[in-house]
């Protein structure tokens, strides 16, 4: 088809010599780097992201276990019920009690189960209730005070009435 003269031909043989490791470097060599250098960045951030992920399970497992030891010294005989009531006469206002009304529940929000009790104290010095709080708070038994309704009992007597809902959580 074409006839090249010889001039021609080395001129040709010249520029296809340095046109294709041009275009094998610009089309293959290069982007296969560019990849293997993005893809060395995604693996060490992935790895960055699992080491953290790993410390973070440790961390949780260490709460996880110290929240369980928390809640270890509350056998598996324990009543809130009963022990709120000789909480009540160590405080020394069990005789105050109206009612003591026990019940079960179920919290699917966040997944646990436990006991509600609610208590009523009638006419009972402000020290006395401060002294059942405080017992009821540091008692290591996981227990919380979920609400508590405080009314003055009387004009001059200083007493307060009570009405508080004391949770457990069961294990």
Same mark, same amino acid.
């Given at each position: 088809?074409?006839?090249?003269?010889? #001039?021609?031909?080395?001129?040709?043989?010249? /520029?296809?010599?340095?046109?294709?490791?041009?275009?094998?470097?610009?089309?293959?060599?290069?982007?296969?780097?560019?990849?293997?250098?993005?893809?060395?960045? +995604?693996? #060490?951030?992935?790895? *960055?992201?699992?080491?953290?992920? /790993? &410390?973070?399970?440790?961390?949780?497992? #260490?709460? +996880?276990?110290?929240? +369980?030891?928390?809640?270890?010294?509350?056998?598996?005989?324990?009543?809130?019920?009963?022990?709120?009531?000789?909480?009540?006469? *160590?405080?020394?206002?069990?005789?105050?009690?109206?009612?003591?009304?026990? &019940?079960?529940?179920?919290?699917?929000? #966040?997944?646990? +189960?436990?006991?509600?009790?609610?208590?009523?104290?009638? *006419?009972?010095?402000?020290?006395?209730?401060?002294? /059942?709080?405080?017992?009821?708070?540091?008692?290591? *038994?996981? /227990?919380?005070?979920?609400?508590?309704?405080?009314?003055?009992?009387?004009?001059? &007597?200083?007493?307060?009435?009570?009405?508080?809902?004391?949770?457990?959580?069961?294990?």
């Amino acid at each position: 088809m074409f006839e090249l003269n010889e #001039r021609n031909k080395r001129a040709l043989i010249i /520029l296809v010599s340095f046109l294709v490791p041009f275009i094998i470097i610009y089309f293959i060599y290069l982007p296969y780097v560019e990849n293997k250098v993005i893809l060395n960045k +995604k693996i #060490r951030t992935k790895k *960055k992201h699992f080491e953290e992920m /790993l &410390s973070l399970e440790k961390q949780f497992k #260490r709460y +996880k276990k110290s929240s +369980k030891t928390k809640q270890i010294s509350k056998n598996i005989d324990f009543s809130l019920y009963t022990f709120l009531y000789n909480l009540s006469g *160590k405080s020394g206002i069990k005789e105050n009690i109206s009612y003591i009304k026990p &019940s079960n529940f179920v919290d699917k929000e #966040r997944g646990v +189960k436990g006991t509600l009790v609610e208590i009523e104290f009638k *006419k009972v010095s402000m020290n006395l209730f401060t002294n /059942l709080l405080y017992e009821i708070e540091n008692s290591g *038994k996981g /227990l919380f005070i979920k609400k508590m309704s405080i009314i003055k009992s009387g004009s001059k &007597s200083g007493n307060i009435n009570i009405i508080m809902h004391v949770e457990s959580i069961d294990v």
